[in-house]
């Protein structure tokens, strides 16, 4: 419909110039170089103005300028074009001159210096002009804010019902001064942003929408694994890439169940019958022209990155199933994770998935009765306990009688004819399994029940045991607390999807992990949708045989390589696309069920306003419902299709202002409270990041949002979806990009691996997640006596015994003097460096910056590199040398000191054990400290005050989405105090923020 996309193409450029309108009116209006208002004040503004030419200017002429004005701005501060009028662009700077003059460290020591009456006149003029601007009140007119990519992802998703990721194709946005994103002074649109909206309305709405009458198609398969499972298994090898393990055909059985279903579809049939003229055979290229027909040329079951586990086998296929151990992550090439996959990684290969939709996966799976494989150099039990039962290869019988059921050590003496060969010795015990390298006879330690036993063993393919000693453990023995342990700890099942490549896999985890708990077979589902998982590329009827294959990996996922039971894998079913009922939720959700449906008007108008109504997240105005109609009806009357016609209107609502941004309506340029739509969206945003759920929605209907506002923030911060308010303000106020772009030297230290690096990026996450839903004082962001670590992150800091929480982030106590808050966490330390040495000078800036809100001025432009060799200088006269340039000790001053304490800590962002450290440094208020430990405890208590305005100051920056002004600022400076009895506790400081005028206000 050329003419049609003609029509819409021009509404949609029309919201364009509306938002752009908007955007221009708002800037204006928020211009900030007017002067003051005259608010009742004239007789102050008018002193102030009669004394800046008279004593204020000569002062600066005589003192500042010479240093500071647009010819040369030294340390990048000009004072020259300052008028007295105390614009918002310039009281953060009077501030900044009035405090440098008042302690005396401006002018200079080497420069005159004003009398102490004319410093007086001089920092009483400015206290006077500032106290007034603080006064004074400014115009505000509303605002208008587009959404980030984050919170336009997620509102999309929550409109539409969608988890497809459609957003990949926006620009990221820019970061304010602050480091936020969500900054309305930084949210630029151009017409290219407005044309991937539309593309990406376009492809929703296209996934939601189906056509009613038709038969959705289903894919189904199932995998049965276990020992010779198959009685009729594929007669021929199949044919592999490098570095593949395929399991033996008789241990897996794939078939297509047709799901039980409330609607009739059409089961999808994977094809079987394949002709290929190129194939692999290990590393050896295989051509010409080969028929296959077989399921088992669609689906196959293969091991990657298997050879060569440290400790037993990593994965053995037993009547009950596949067992896999924890998989190791793979050695990391060129700094990238090799693509081979971690050891003991179990596969399916298939060649057919849905292009699109939701899926299920169902993972039949439990934790293995296992026994822990003992060490190199554990001794044999000696055979003159009573309880010991020996079993040789001369007995009658093949069962051993335990008189006891507890711990037993597995002691196997073996006649080997060749000690080198690599065949593992397989033990079985009743019906458990259990295979390692016979290092000694010290084997294993199991728990057994009483009674009879059956036993037998294998090294290879032969028998040759010359006997197994079992022998009862002291439950107070140092081995039985070891298995004590370890039979305690719980495999994590993990599920990726992804493709088949020549040099390896390409996968991407579904969901998070789930522990698997107990020893029954259990369904462990995960769900997502497939078209945010990597898809092969091909051309269609590709003739090499593994060209675009794609894979589902199970893994039992690593975490710090301490000993746990093996993973027990029964069977794999995959549903996809996953439909509960037809049509789908996403298209029940916009074609509602309404007794006009047979009324295409009526039907339409009900339609328009429901979804508008969700979209705009407020009650949609009766000229909005018009507007969006005669779309539908331009549309209808040109093809008579409802349902492209509806989807048509759809677009509009979806590329409209009131959707893609945040808008605060202002009739006057006095304050006005927000209403309670905006107040709801506003509320939502600032702690989901995203759009407002139904019960916020009710409340701003009837009005009762704002006396309810204690009650529903509580109940936000406690919403699973507060994570994302987590994820997105530690990310942007600490600044933890850097650990995703810092290179780091993986020579020097090799424990910051790929996948360590990424759980350390996300401790201060969840550390201050922790700390605001437990309402835990504002100390905790310096010092604190624990930690918030999974067992990745755990290990890395020592700790690796004491938490038993997998991948799951829980609170550890550390007794380390060199842990505890934020300063000390790796994963920010390790981005405050090159990757190769620690950076004083980045930590120390981002301290101030962060953590105390002092920050340094921007460097000025073109400071000349330093002529001398620095190779055999210490920090410190490196420091100096870098400082005594022209231009730089102002800023280095106010950073330095903040820095040095940190050069404990390597660029790995761990404790430096064992070397000499130079870490004393004396503060910019003279304060002397020895030590981060020192500093930490400076701040805690000396400058917790000024911890906790900076904590509120980026708060509440991020909550108003924009800068704050000058009078805001001095406002959280001064209200903060009144939290300073209670230790400044964190949810506490959110509600105060949320609850202020400038949160409040538009």
């Known amino acids: 419909m050329p003419l049609l996309d003609v029509y819409f193409r021009s509404i949609f450029h029309c919201s364009f110039l509306l938002i752009t309108a908007l955007l221009v009116r708002h800037n204006c209006l928020f211009a900030d170089d007017e002067p003051p208002a005259d608010n009742g004040d004239d007789q102050i503004i008018a002193e102030l103005q009669i004394a800046f030419p008279k004593q204020i200017q000569p002062f600066l002429q005589k003192h500042c300028v010479r240093c500071h004005r647009a010819e040369e701005m030294m340390s990048g501060i000009r004072v020259d074009q300052l008028d007295g009028t105390f614009i918002e662009h310039d009281l953060r700077l009077w501030s900044s001159i009035q405090r440098h003059v008042a302690d005396a460290s401006m002018p200079p020591e080497e420069e005159s210096q004003p009398t102490e009456s004319d410093r007086l006149v001089f920092t009483t003029w400015i206290e006077q002009g500032l106290k007034l601007a603080r006064s004074r009140k400014k115009d505000k007119n509303g605002s208008v804010r587009r959404l980030t990519v984050a919170q336009y992802r997620n509102t999309l998703k929550d409109l539409l019902g969608l988890e497809d990721e459609l957003t990949e194709i926006l620009p990221p946005d820019a970061v304010s001064k602050e480091g936020f994103l969500n900054n309305e002074q930084s949210m630029l649109l151009s017409p290219i942003l407005l044309e991937a909206y539309f593309e990406i309305a376009e492809k929703g709405l296209d996934l939601c929408i189906v056509d009613e009458d038709s038969k959705p198609i ?121 693509t081979y996959g971690p050891k003991a990684n179990f596969k399916i290969s298939l060649r057919e998935l849905p292009d699109q939709g939701r899926f299920r996966i169902t993972v039949n799976a439990a934790r293995y009765e296992d026994g822990l494989l003992l060490e ?52 079985q015990l009743g019906e458990r399994h259990f295979s390692g390298t016979l290092h000694q006879p010290a084997f294993l330690v199991v728990r057994l029940p009483k009674g009879a036993l059956p036993i037998s063993t294998k090294y290879g393919e032969k028998n040759v045991s010359d006997r197994i000693v079992l022998t009862p453990l002291d439950p107070h023995s140092e081995l039985a607390t070891q298995f004590k342990t370890f039979e305690q700890r719980s495999p994590r099942l993990g599920v990726h999807i992804g493709l088949r490549r020549d ?18 077979l259990q369904a462990y589902r995960f769900e997502g949708a497939i078209g945010n998982y ?10 090499n045989y593994l060209a675009g294959v794609r894979e589902i990996g199970f893994r039992s996922e690593f975490t710090d390589g301490r000993d746990m039971p093996r993973l027990l894998i029964r069977s794999v079913e995959f549903e996809g696309p996953l439909y509960k009922i037809w049509p789908p939720e996403t298209h029940r959700q916009i074609f509602i069920v309404s007794e006009n449906q047979n009324h295409p008007d009526t039907y339409a108008r009900e339609i328009l306003e429901s979804f508008a109504t969700r979209a705009f997240r407020r009650s949609v105005s009766e000229d909005e419902t018009e507007q969006l109609l005669n779309v539908w009806k331009d549309s209808f009357s040109e093809n008579q299709d409802f349902q492209q016609s509806i989807k048509d209107a759809l677009l509009v609502i979806l590329t409209a202002p009131q959707f893609l941004f945040f808008i605060e309506n202002s009739s006057t340029p006095e304050a006005e409270q927000i209403d309670s739509w905006e107040l709801a969206s506003k509320l939502s945003y600032f702690l989901w990041n995203t759009a407002p759920d139904a019960e916020l929605l009710e409340h701003a209907a009837a009005e009762t949002l704002l006396p309810s506002l204690d009650s529903e923030i509580d109940r936000m911060i406690e919403d699973p979806r507060f994570q994302e308010f987590a994820n997105e303000f530690t990310s942007q106020w600490l600044s933890l990009d850097k650990i995703d772009v810092v290179e780091v030297d993986r020579k020097r230290y090799p424990k910051l691996t790929r996948d360590t690096k990424t759980a350390l990026r996300q401790e201060p996450v969840q550390y201050l997640q922790y700390l605001i839903q437990n309402n835990l004082p504002v100390r905790n962001l310096v010092q604190s006596d624990f930690i918030v670590a999974n067992e990745v992150t755990a290990n890395y800091y020592g700790l690796g015994s004491q938490t038993e929480s997998g991948l799951e982030f829980v609170p550890v106590r550390h007794q380390s003097e060199h842990l505890g808050g934020l300063l000390s966490q790796a994963g ?100 002397k400290v020895a030590d981060l430990k020192e500093l930490k405890e400076y701040l805690a208590n000396d400058r917790i005050d000024q911890v906790a305005f900076s904590f509120l100051k980026h708060l509440a920056s991020y909550a108003a989405g924009r800068s704050l002004t000058y009078s805001e600022i001095e406002f959280l400076k001064e209200k903060g105090l009144e939290f300073q009895l209670e230790e400044y506790r964190m949810q506490d400081l959110i509600h105060f923020v949320i609850k202020s005028e400038l949160f409040l206000e538009k």
């Open 376 to 427: 190199k150099g554990v001794k044999a039990q000696p055979e003159s306990n009573e309880n010991t039962v020996t079993f040789s290869k001369d007995s009658p019988t093949e069962t051993a009688q335990l008189k006891h059921a507890g711990l037993y050590q597995i002691d196997v003496y073996a006649n080997l004819e060749d000690e080198k060969s690599s065949h593992n010795l397989h033990l």
């Open 503 to 520: 040099c390896g896999s390409t996968l991407t985890q579904v969901g998070n992990a789930q522990p698997v708990q107990t020893s029954e």
């Open 828 to 927: 920010i330390l390790a981005g405050l460096s090159d990757g190769r040495e620690s950076n004083p000078v980045k930590r120390g800036a981002w301290l101030a910056r962060k953590i105390i809100a002092e920050p340094p001025d921007d460097p000025p432009p073109n400071v000349p590199a330093l002529d001398e060799d620095l190779t055999k200088l210490t920090l410190r006269e490196k420091l100096e040398l870098h400082r005594n340039q022209k231009g730089c000790v102002k800023c280095h001053l106010g950073i330095d000191p903040w820095g040095v304490p940190f050069e404990q800590y390597d660029a790995a962002g761990l404790f430096k054990t064992g070397a000499k450290v130079d870490s004393h440094s004396t503060l910019p208020d003279t304060t």
């Open 218 to 338: 289903i894919q189904t398969f199932r995998m049965d694994l276990g020992q010779s499972i198959n009685p009729t298994p594929f007669p021929e090898n199949l044919i592999l890439g490098a570095n593949s393990h395929l399991l033996n055909n008789a241990d897996f059985v794939v078939t297509q169940p047709r799901p039980e279903k409330l609607f009739d579809f059409n089961p999808f049939s994977m094809q079987t019958h394949f002709r290929f003229i190129e194939g692999y055979q290990g590393n050896a290229t295989v051509r010409g022209w080969r028929d296959y027909d077989s399921i088992y040329h669609a689906v196959f079951a293969c091991m990657r990155g298997s050879e060569g586990y440290p400790k037993g086998l990593a994965f053995q296929t037993i009547p009950e199933g596949l067992l896999i151990r924890p998989a190791i992550p793979s050695a990391e090439i060129f700094q990238v994770e090799s």
């Open 534 to 543: 990597p898809s092969p590329d091909v051309e269609k009827e590709n003739v």
